[in-house]
């Protein structure tokens, strides 16, 4: 028994044959256990190809710790099995945090083999192979692949599957059909039957389901074809296969026309498990038009009617997972022989299902995912992009936001922009569906990076809601909501915070004060105010925020409480209260790791946040522990530029430079720097904060008149953007003083240092930590200067309120204790 088994489907109780190709796969995947070469089963759709791979990982399971089943017909299918895996890893990530850093980390523990060496993944029916090779581990495991496509020749070892050889063929038969057939007669029927695996599944079922005897069976089968088939058969299928197929359905029409009726809407489905409670009872506001609604009503006849097709082999029936899988050849056979007009029909007949299965669902709520997540195979293939009904356009965009939610930017993007496309071409640009699926690729564009783009796209998509859908319309609120956040990646602190106090005046109007919808107003500003220095209107207002997302039947999402929790975490810390702010961070990481799991980019956004909490409180290696691990989880989430990757190399910085790795620091800011121009631009307020990191680092290093040149600079951009008397510029301010008095301006340093330390006490208070840095480093200098009767007197009155704040072993207290400088540095927060 493996220590982790994934999804492998039910072995077939009549597989038979076909040793001497899975001889050749184990020989060949246990050949050599330095370099594994990954191996594809290759053949035409019917040859059993995925049989084989599912007899090997039941047959060989005992030689694997691991052993994952991925279907590899969709490239977000791919991604999200990967992910999956992370849990049963026991690595630090889970299916739903997001999944392409949930999918790298996977990759890189099977390829150092750790926890686990000996894993197994079979990628089937892997046809792109583009796709599919990039996420291929090499190391000490097996890559198992089942394909169609010939393009893999070229890329692994490949397995030809072809049919079967006769005395496979019959012994097939005999054991399908172990009362109702003689060898001879299964001779004939393998040899009409072309050998081909499917193709005797189904007339091996339909033999014991009817008793049919094999020359009526062969006589169909030759002189009835055409009528069964039409005038022509699809041209890429075997024409054993669409016989064998035809006759079992024409004998099932017979016996159960509901059977019939459930399996031509099932192959409208994608090839992926259908859950069998889609199957269930549809709601009354769904019902209507349905063309199963009242089978789906009935258990009389839905329960008789799947069994019915298990036992025609014409669908496998999981009763573990409660799932029904109908063979992709099957399903495009049942397509092809329907006209256009019902084709369509059961088209909506598939959508109707799928969005009636989470109609009741938020798609934020993360306790829905695994049930979206079910339906995400079914998506594409069904063809939802084309339906114009609303009830199904609300359902796609519903799953727009689940992947988004739970971390899957890109299939997010790729899907909603889908939709824009194909809605925009049949409805026009003033669709409201149209509008809102922009408001979502706006969000998803934003999360990805591409700030510039999400404030274009939201300046124009909000100009013409106002138009169309008018100023109070839901869709219209949601998006000026959204919209504040683009403001403040541009640095626009202050239209920010006069965008959100309307946006939340709409909202309370509209929705109610504590509305989920309003809360989320409320939490963005919150965030303003705390951007423009005022921390005590920040915290009263983050404080009534999580108290009321907090509370049950709120409807808030784990990713808003969370958002919500990480702001008061930081709002106090901003404060200077260091303990109170690492209790709350460590309260919220915890949430959103049970929630979310840890490297959700929420979680990270909070775990970034903690470090810095655990930096300021002077834990200072356990604050550089989680930072290393964050940024190193946001570059495999968004790469080295997105902004959670630059905050986070800034919060690492920072740890390094507290625990004495100055070096290192300084060669991951010149890294870093430069990006920051990139992604805000050159007269961003972040862009400055930057630059006074890397000055600080500079400095400690040796470089003074770089440090200083950047300093000076740095200081003039933020009393442009935010005035001096703000916690940002502020924190330039000592820095640059320092610079000064590194250089010997001993003087100029205490001017600056003195007319700081005035501000400081304006904007923060006397007994803030950065109050009291800013009079300790004025001690140093006024004793450089001979002043000491004043110096000792502030230091005096500076060491005790420093000590009544942090306590007597604080390493700042130590520092200003021993009258030496003091540094202090910029964290960029999540907007």
């Avoid at 220590?3 to 050949?31: A, C, M, Y």
Wanted: proline letters at 4%; charged letters at 25%; aromatic letters at 6%.
């Amino acid at each position: 028994m493996p220590s982790i088994w994934g999804k492998v489907p039910q072995q077939n109780k009549n597989f038979t044959g076909r040793e001497d190709l899975l001889d050749k796969l184990h020989s060949g995947l246990r050949s050599d256990v330095t370099a594994v070469v990954p191996h594809a089963l290759h053949g035409l759709g019917g040859v059993g190809k995925t049989q084989l791979a599912i007899e090997y990982a039941h047959r060989f399971r005992h030689e694997y710790d691991v052993v994952w089943w991925i279907p590899a017909d969709q490239s977000v299918l791919v991604k999200s099995s990967l992910a999956g895996l992370a849990r049963e890893l026991n690595l630090p990530i889970a299916a739903s945090a997001g999944v392409d850093e949930a999918v790298d980390a996977v990759l890189d523990a099977l390829r150092r083999g750790e926890p686990y060496k000996r894993w197994l993944l079979i990628f089937d029916n892997a046809n792109e192979p583009e796709d599919v090779n990039a996420v291929i581990p090499r190391g000490s495991g097996h890559v198992l692949l089942t394909s169609r496509d010939q393009g893999w020749q070229s890329v692994v070892d490949t397995i030809v599957v072809d049919v079967f050889r006769r005395e496979e063929s019959v012994a097939f038969l005999m054991k399908r059909v172990p009362r109702g057939i003689t060898e001879p007669d299964a001779h004939r029927l393998a040899e009409a039957l072309g050998d081909l695996p499917l193709a005797l599944e189904h007339a091996g079922a339909l033999q014991v389901e009817t008793g049919m005897p094999v020359d009526q069976y062969l006589r169909l089968l030759e002189n009835e074809t055409t009528r069964l088939l039409g005038t022509s058969k699809p041209s890429d299928y075997p024409m054993s296969m669409t016989a064998a197929w035809a006759l079992s359905v024409s004998q099932l029409m017979e016996r159960s026309p509901d059977a019939v009726e459930l399996l031509r809407c099932c192959a409208f489905f994608g090839p992926e498990p259908i859950p069998r409670d889609l199957l269930d009872r549809l709601p009354e506001d769904f019902a209507g038009g349905s063309r199963l609604a009242g089978m789906l009503g009935d258990p009389i006849r839905m329960i008789p009617a799947i069994r019915e097709l298990g036992r025609y082999a014409l669908v496998r029936i999981d009763s573990e997972t409660r799932t029904i899988t109908v063979h992709r050849l099957v399903q495009a056979l049942l397509r092809d022989e329907l006209p256009e007009p019902e084709r369509a029909a059961f088209r909506r007949e598939v959508h109707t299902l799928l969005a009636a299965a989470v109609a009741e669902e938020n798609p934020d709520d993360n306790a829905a995912w695994p049930r979206y997540q079910a339906l995400l195979g079914h998506i594409s293939p069904s063809r939802v992009v084309q339906s114009a009904d609303p009830r199904i356009r609300h359902f796609a965009l519903n799953v727009v936001r689940y992947l988004y939610s739970s971390g899957d930017f890109r299939s997010a993007r790729q899907l909603v922009e889908q939709f824009i496309e194909r809605w925009q071409a049949v409805s026009g640009d003033d669709d409201q569906y149209v509008l809102s699926a922009q408001r979502h690729q706006a969000i998803v564009i934003r999360e990805l990076g591409e700030i510039q783009e999400s404030y274009e796209l939201n300046q124009r998509t909000a100009a013409r809601m106002r138009q169309v859908l008018g100023e109070d319309h839901e869709e219209t609120l949601l998006l000026i909501n959204s919209h504040g956040a683009d403001l403040r990646f541009r640095g626009e602190f202050a239209l920010a915070f006069e965008h959100d106090q309307d946006s939340l005046r709409r909202h309370q109007a509209k929705f109610g004060p504590t509305h989920r919808r309003t809360l989320r107003a409320m939490n963005n500003l919150a965030l303003d105010y705390l951007l423009l220095g005022d921390y005590a209107k920040a915290r009263e207002l983050q404080a009534e925020t999580f108290m009321y997302q907090r509370q049950a039947g709120s409807g808030s999402s784990a990713q808003n409480v969370l958002s919500s929790w990480n702001g008061l975490a930081r709002i106090v810390r901003l404060n200077g209260d260091y303990r109170r702010a690492c209790d709350i961070g460590e309260d919220a990481f915890e949430y959103g790791v049970e929630q979310l799991n840890s490297e959700h980019p929420w979680t990270l956004r909070v775990a970034k946040d903690l470090s810095i909490a655990r930096r300021r409180n002077g834990q200072l290696e356990e604050a550089l522990d989680l930072a290393d691990h964050t940024f190193d989880a946001q570059k495999r989430n968004g790469g080295v530029s997105h902004p959670d990757t630059l905050a986070a190399a800034l919060c690492l910085a920072n740890a390094q430079r507290a625990a004495g790795q100055v070096t290192e620091a300084l060669e991951l800011l010149e890294d870093m720097t430069p990006r920051y121009p990139q992604m805000y631009g050159d007269d961003h307020p972040f862009k400055y904060g930057c630059d006074t990191n890397l000055a600080l680092l500079l400095r400690v290093n040796g470089q003074l008149e770089r440090a200083l040149e950047i300093d000076r600079r740095a200081l003039r951009g933020l009393d442009g953007r935010l005035t001096r008397e703000h916690h940002y510029t502020l924190t330039c301010a000592i820095n640059l003083a320092s610079d000064l008095a590194a250089l010997g301006d001993t003087e100029e340093a205490r001017e600056l240092g003195a007319s700081t330390l005035e501000s400081l006490r304006n904007v923060l208070g006397a007994d803030h930590p950065l109050t009291l840095a800013g009079a300790a480093n004025l001690v140093v200098d006024l004793l450089a200067l001979g002043r000491e009767e004043e110096a000792h007197r502030l230091q005096a009155d500076t060491l005790t309120r420093y000590e009544r704040q942090l306590g007597t072993d604080h390493p700042d207290v130590k520092v200003a204790r021993e009258a030496r400088r003091l540094d202090f540095d910029f964290d960029p927060p999540v907007l």
